[in-house]
């Protein structure tokens, strides 16, 4: 009996080592099966094709994600975040182009190759930005970034593949020339104003310029400027422009004098033709339209800085077929929607959100035609989108 029973035993513990494996390969396989379908649930956000009809729903995903640092609370990180080795700035630049762990800096007319160390992203509390100052020193033959100064204004949006963050277009901007077409693409006026809050909320100042003007008859160009019309009562500067004919070129030139400008908008409105029309020595690549989609295509892949001399710079951004807005919460939309702060004294509830609310003076003056029925939409839309 005491044989047998050892017998039984030592099958017991060759079993148990037997299944141990077995159990630990199926748990295994098991993660291993929830992490590409985790990948392949990511992957169809990621890959899903914008097109004309579901843009907006995209915008829509972005605005839901929870836990978003605000703007402002991005430029309050990178003031207390900056320092410098020696207290002092001794060789000031301006960021003119980002890669992988360098950077192309300005400095002293001149254009050098700097290495960014990781620890710059971890103290600035986000990536290195096209427009950043920045103070370099020479270490040998190379040069390294050495320190950050604090942003002024940033010009950002949601990452794509990660909603939660901001990606940035653009850092220390003065003007934003949002860059919009009346054909090919066709001028969408709900587009523009996501654009122009980003601007705001950003700290710059808002411009908008109407390529290609010159597709467009006398009847044609009344109709199209008409709907601008909010836009002008904002007093946002409209120029309308044509690289064909020059058109509105000395407007947009004397509006940058002297300043660090961005131009941003949709894929194909033209954004690297304006500035081969202003400066012919550039010959920036450009392409024609999508021929069956009617949308641009990408030709500018990075934000980019440009000198054009005098202290003025201008920024080319890659072409954006969608501008969410992660950063804002129903409260502040509002401050955005400056033609709604009269009328709204006149609501019945001091709390409206001329939404859902009765005896809404807003949407009373909508239906009567005294307020820009796109506007309200584009209001309404937000606001259903926006975390409260």
């Known amino acids: ?30 993660a291993a099966k929830a992490r590409r379908a985790l990948r392949r649930g990511k992957g169809e956000v990621r890959e899903q094709r914008v097109t004309e009809d579901n843009w907006e729903e995209l915008l829509d995903q972005h605005g839901r994600s929870r836990k978003r640092p605000s703007i402002d609370e991005l430029v309050a990180q990178a003031r207390d975040g900056f320092e410098s080795e020696t207290g002092e700035i001794e060789n000031p630049g301006l960021v003119m182009s980002v890669a992988s762990g ?42 390294r970034v050495r320190a950050v100064m604090p942003r002024t204004t940033v010009l950002a949006r949601p990452d794509p593949l990660h909603a939660h963050r901001q990606r940035l277009i653009a850092a220390n901007v003065d003007v934003v020339i949002h860059v919009v077409s009346v054909k090919a693409p066709p001028l969408r006026p709900r587009l523009i104003d996501r654009f122009l809050i980003a601007i705001q909320r950003g700290g710059a100042q808002p411009v908008l310029c109407v390529n290609k003007i010159d597709l467009l008859d006398a009847e044609e160009r009344e109709a199209e400027l008409e709907k601008l019309t909010p836009y002008l009562d904002l007093k946002v ?24 400008a961005a131009l941003v908008g949709h894929s194909g409105v033209g954004k690297s033709s304006i500035l081969n029309a202003l400066d012919a020595s550039l010959q920036l690549a ?19 800085l440009y000198d054009f001399g005098d202290g003025t710079y201008l920024i080319d951004t890659p072409g954006i077929r969608e501008f969410g807005l992660w950063d804002l919460d129903r409260e502040s939309l ?25 005896d809404c003076e807003v949407k009373e003056r909508v239906e009567r035609g005294e307020l820009n029925a796109a506007r309200y939409e584009t209001y309404v839309r937000l606001w259903g989108d926006l975390l409260t």
């Open 1 to 30: 009996m005491d044989r047998l029973s050892k017998r039984q035993i030592k099958r017991h513990q060759m079993d148990l080592r037997k299944q141990a494996p077995h159990e630990e390969m199926k748990a295994r396989k098991q």
């Open 102 to 143: 360098r950077c192309r800096v300005f400095r002293d007319g001149e254009e050098l190759d700097a290495f960014v160390p990781p620890e710059i992203a971890v103290r600035q509390k986000s990536a290195l930005a096209v427009g950043d100052r920045v103070d370099v020193v020479r270490e040998g033959e190379a040069w």
């Open 237 to 260: 500067p409209i120029i309308g422009a044509s690289t064909k004919t020059g058109e509105g070129l000395d407007a947009l030139r004397d509006l940058v004098q002297g300043k660090l």
């Open 286 to 304: 450009t392409n024609d339209l999508h021929h069956k989609r009617a949308t641009g295509r990408h030709t500018t892949t990075a934000s980019t």
């Open 334 to 358: 509002r401050d955005y929607f400056p033609e709604f702060t009269e009328p709204a004294e006149s609501c019945r509830f001091t709390d409206c959100t001329h939404v859902h609310e009765p």
